[in-house]
C-alpha cells in the first residue's frame, strides 16, 4: 500500500515512525518548509523532516498546496493511501481526491468536540477530565470526516500541553497501525460524527495573558494549558514572568492582588480562591522556584499584578 505522509511538528514524529517500524510503503512525505529559529535566525528543519531524511524517504516542502509542480509530482507517486497528522494547513480538495482508499487524520481529541488546531490545549484549559485520539477520514470540513476508530485517555491533574500531547502522541501511533490494519482487512466501517461539535481555534502569544477575575481553578488549568507556549504571562511592577506550575488553593482575596510574599509562598488572589505560585520564569531568565524568586526582589504583600 502506496502511503504519502503529511506531517510536521514533534507529535506527528511517533505516528511516522510506527509506520516505518511496521514496514509500511512510505512513498513520500510532505511536511512545512524550513523556517528560523532562535537568536541566530538559522533554518530549522521540522522533525518530521529531520525522521524521514534520516530513513532515506522523499520529503516534498511547499508553501502552496495548489503549486503545479508539487501537485505533479504527488500525483505521479499514485498514492492508495494519504495520512495526516498535524500538518498544519487543510489539504485542498484535489489531494483529498487523489488515494484511492482517502484520506485519513490522527487529531488530538474525541471528535466532534475539540474540532480544529489546538484540541489538546483548550481541553486542558477547559477542565476535561479525559480526552483522546481519532482517526478520521478527511473531508474538505474542518475536521468533519467519518471516524474511523477512537481511543479515550485520561487527563491528570498535573498534565500539561506539554505532556499530554507526548501521551496522545504515543496514543496516536498505535491507533493508526490498527486503523490502517482495519482498512486493509476491509473490516473497518466509517460512523458519521454525532454529538455536539466544540472547536480549539489556534493559540496566540496575547491568548497567554493572565486573567485573575477567574477562579483559581481555571487559572491553573490555564496554565496547564498554556504551557509550553505561549505559557501564561502576567505583569508584575512592568516585569513579564510566566507561570509555570501553580496550585489552585482555599481561601479568599482579591483578584489580582499578592496576599502572601514571603519565604516559599507567593499566593495571589483570584475571581474566587487562591493560586499558589510554585514555579514561574521572569523575562529573559530560567524557570525558578517562587522562593528564589522572592528573595532578588522586594514584593510587598498588597500588591496587585499590573493590568496589562
Known sequence: MRIVFF????????????????????SAVVTQPDRKK??????????????SVKNGINVFQTEKMNDAA?????????????????????LIEE?????????????????????????????????EKKTGITTMLMDKGLDTGDILLQEELEISDEDTTETLSIRLSELGASLLLKTISRIRDGSLKP??????????PIIKKEDGLVNWSKTAAELSNFVRGMHPWPGAYCYL???????????????????????????????????SGLLSIVELQPQNKKVMPASAFLQGRSIKEGTYFDEA
Not at 511538528?9 to 511496521?22: D, E, M, N, T, Y
Not at 532562535?38 to 525522521?51: A, C, D, I, T
Not at 479568599?252 to 475571581?271: L, Q, V
Open 7 to 26: 506531517g510536521t511538528p514533534l507529535f506527528a514524529v511517533p505516528s511516522l515512525k510506527a509506520l516505518i517500524q511496521a514496514g509500511e510503503e512510505i
Open 38 to 51: 532562535g537568536r541566530g535566525h538559522l533554518l530549522s528543519q521540522s522533525p518530521v523532516k529531520e525522521l
Open 70 to 90: 508539487f501537485l505533479n509530482e504527488l500525483s505521479s507517486i499514485k498514492p492508495e493511501l494519504i495520512v495526516v497528522v498535524a500538518y498544519g494547513k487543510i
Open 95 to 127: 489531494i483529498l481526491r487523489l488515494p484511492a482508499l482517502g484520506c485519513i487524520n490522527v487529531h488530538a481529541s474525541l471528535l466532534p468536540k475539540y474540532r480544529g488546531a489546538a484540541p489538546i490545549a483548550w481541553a486542558i484549559i477547559n477542565g
Open 191 to 200: 460512523q458519521r460524527q454525532s454529538g455536539e461539535a466544540t472547536y480549539a
Open 237 to 271: 511592577n512592568r516585569e513579564m514572568i510566566k507561570l509555570v506550575r501553580v496550585k489552585a488553593t482555599a481561601g479568599s482575596g482579591m483578584a489580582g492582588r499578592i496576599e502572601k510574599a514571603h519565604n516559599s509562598e507567593f499566593i495571589a488572589g483570584t475571581g
